[in-house]
């Protein structure tokens, strides 16, 4: 597999675990009471669910799935930061490179003429 196969798998796998929390929030839902696909959208799905549990389970499912979601944000985060970080230290690396090679092509000693 190659890494950008690998990226893009990852990448799944994770806005995956927010798709899934989300459908599991919007599955205990009242009618028209649509969970959105964010952190706010999420804490929201929680505090209603902690405030209107009835049944055995509902609580800690609102938990699990908010832990799943996060679990998928985070993932997602770090992927992103550690990937701009990576392009940052490339360009360091290859204005480093261009900045060294005009140095080392004017040091050398000139030729003579015979």
Do not use: Q
């Amino acid at each position: 597999m190659t890494h950008e196969t690998k990226k893009a798998v990852k990448a799944e796998i994770f806005s995956g675990f927010r798709r899934d929390a989300v459908t599991r929030f919007n599955e205990r839902m009242p009618e028209g009471m649509k969970v959105e696909d964010t952190l706010e959208g999420v804490m929201d799905a929680v505090d209603y669910v902690l405030d209107h549990a009835d049944r055995k389970g509902e609580r800690s499912g609102a938990i699990l799935a908010a832990a799943m979601w996060m679990h998928g944000y985070l993932e997602e985060e770090t992927y992103c930061k550690l990937s701009r970080m990576s392009e940052i230290v490339d360009a360091e690396v290859a204005a480093s490179k261009e900045h060294a090679a005009p140095k080392a092509a004017t040091s050398a000693p000139a030729a003579s003429a015979k």
